[in-house]
Structure formats: structure tokens, C-alpha cells
């Protein structure tokens, strides 16, 4: 459905307040973008794209609302984490799903996730073996898919490089023996 924009002004002005009409104008919110449904379309967590991209959970929050007027370099920066076209996070009337090829990478990048979490936990010989040839199945499908981690089986996974708050923050000790009357 297409709408067309209302000019108040070819109203008379006893018909129309023109601060009424700003009102009822800014009143329909309008819907610039889908990042929040691409992000969880592709498995992305907000704390993934915030670590991407240098920049807080809750501004990211505030970015995913479908109604937040997002700078071109905020798309941008979403679009390469999400890894999409930009195309496909720009709101669009009359579509309100996403394109087949990004729907089908999204697919894929969960049957990756799903294939490398059986070849870890497999314990089995046999189950590891069938595992591992549905791994190199996928990556002939989809070779970019080669870095997919698991999925997580408990909290945040991170990287051997990658260091907690606390260890780089460490809390002393007088705070834990602290009186605290």
C-alpha cells in the first residue's frame, strides 16, 4: 500500500492548525530500516555488533529501532557486521520480508553453527566422521563460511585473545573483606 503525503496547507486554515498537522504527521512513525531483523536473522548478538562496532549496547538498541533516522556511516558500519547489501537493511514498503539470497546465507550460517557445535560435542567416531563430511558439504555450498564458530553451549564464548573485564579490571580484595555497616 502506497501512501501518499498530505499537504495540510491547500487546507483552509480554519479547516487545519498546521502545528496539529506537524503533529499528526510525526505521529505515524515512519519505518526507515530493518537492522534488528537482519541482525537476528544472521545469529548476531547486540554485544557481538557493539564489540564490531566500537560503540555501546544501548546505542545500538537505539539504532535498532525500526524508527531512529540512522546516519549513512551508522547503516554502513551495520551492513558490515551484519555482512548484507545495504539494500536489504533499508526499509522498503512493499517488502516485508528479506531478499532469498540473504534469507538463504542466514539459513546456512544456523546449519553451519548447527554442524560444527555436533562435530565438537561428537563423541562418537562415527558421528564425528558424518559431523565433519556435513561441514565440508556446507563450505562447498558457501566457502565463507569456513571461520563459522559453534554454537554456544554456555554464555559468551570468546576467543583466546580476547580478555574479561574482570582481568583487565581486577577488583581488590579490601572490597570483598570491606565492612560494609
Avoid: C
Avoid at 502545528?19 to 519505518?31: D, G, I, L, M, N
Avoid at 537505539?62 to 537493511?89: C, G, N, Y
Avoid at 561428537?122 to 563460511?145: D, F, H, S, Y
Avoid at 585473545?161 to 577488583?171: Q, S, T
Amino acid at each position: 500500500m502506497a501512501t501518499v503525503p498530505f499537504d495540510y496547507m491547500s487546507l483552509p486554515t480554519d479547516v487545519v492548525n498546521p502545528a496539529e498537522a506537524e503533529q499528526a504527521t510525526e505521529s505515524q512513525e515512519t519505518r526507515y530500516h530493518r537492522i534488528r531483523t537482519v541482525r537476528l536473522r544472521q545469529g548476531v548478538t547486540l554485544r557481538t555488533a557493539a564489540r564490531q562496532m566500537g560503540s555501546t549496547i544501548r546505542e545500538l538498541r537505539k539504532q535498532e529501532d525500526e524508527t531512529a533516522d540512522l546516519r549513512l556511516s551508522d547503516l554502513h558500519k551495520w551492513q558490515k557486521v551484519l555482512d548484507v547489501p545495504i539494500s536489504e537493511l533499508v526499509e522498503e514498503p512493499d517488502h516485508s520480508t528479506l531478499s532469498p539470497p540473504v534469507l538463504k546465507r542466514a539459513r546456512m550460517l544456523r546449519m553451519m553453527k548447527t554442524a560444527q557445535s555436533l562435530k565438537e560435542n561428537a563423541t562418537e567416531p562415527g558421528i564425528k566422521r558424518l559431523a565433519e563430511n556435513l561441514v565440508n558439504q556446507i563450505l562447498e555450498i558457501m566457502p565463507e563460511l569456513e571461520d563459522v564458530a559453534p554454537w554456544h553451549t554456555y554464555g559468551q564464548r570468546r576467543s583466546m585473545d580476547e580478555v574479561g573485564r574482570a582481568a583487565a579490571e581486577p577488583v581488590p580484595l579490601s572490597i570483598l573483606t570491606a565492612d560494609w555497616d
